[in-house]
Nanobody, 121 residues
Framework: VQLQASGGGLVQVGGSLRLSCAAS????????MAWFRQSPGKDREFVAA????????EYADSVKGRFTIDRDNGKKTQTLQMYNLVPEDTAVYYC???????????????WGQGTLVTVSS
């Protein structure tokens, strides 16, 4: 399984970015997808997750109301739309997928290479 994240870049405070993740390879028939991030000197943290059907979503408190996760199963992609970005959102963002489709899950089995988001003030 390969997860290819893209869309990172440099943005000013209050700006927006849209991250995308394309999945390929021997994927499970149904699976949860998520985004994590890691800032310099910090542990990787959960950002958002979306169920197989797209009906269920979960967000970290720090991004609720600003970020929106979505997926397109036909295209095997997920997106993270980020609004009102703040310097604390600066991090490498990782796309992840779980072998399980049972919601919710804390187990992610596949990881992408990450895409850097930098929010400047």
């Amino acid at each position: 399984v390969q997860l290819q994240a893209s869309g990172g870049g440099l943005v000013q405070v209050g700006g927006s970015l849209r991250l995308s993740c394309a999945a390929s390879g021997s994927l499970p028939s149904r699976f949860i997808m998520a985004w994590f991030r890691q800032s310099p000197g910090k542990d990787r943290e959960f950002v958002a997750a979306v169920s197989w059907s797209g009906t269920n979503t979960e967000y970290a408190d720090s991004v609720k109301g600003r970020f929106t996760i979505d997926r397109d199963n036909g295209k095997k992609t997920q997106t993270l739309q980020m609004y009102n970005l703040v310097p604390e959102d600066t991090a490498v963002y990782y796309c992840a997928a779980s072998q399980s489709y049972r919601w919710p899950t804390s187990q992610y089995d596949y990881w992408g290479q990450g895409t850097l988001v930098t929010v400047s003030s």
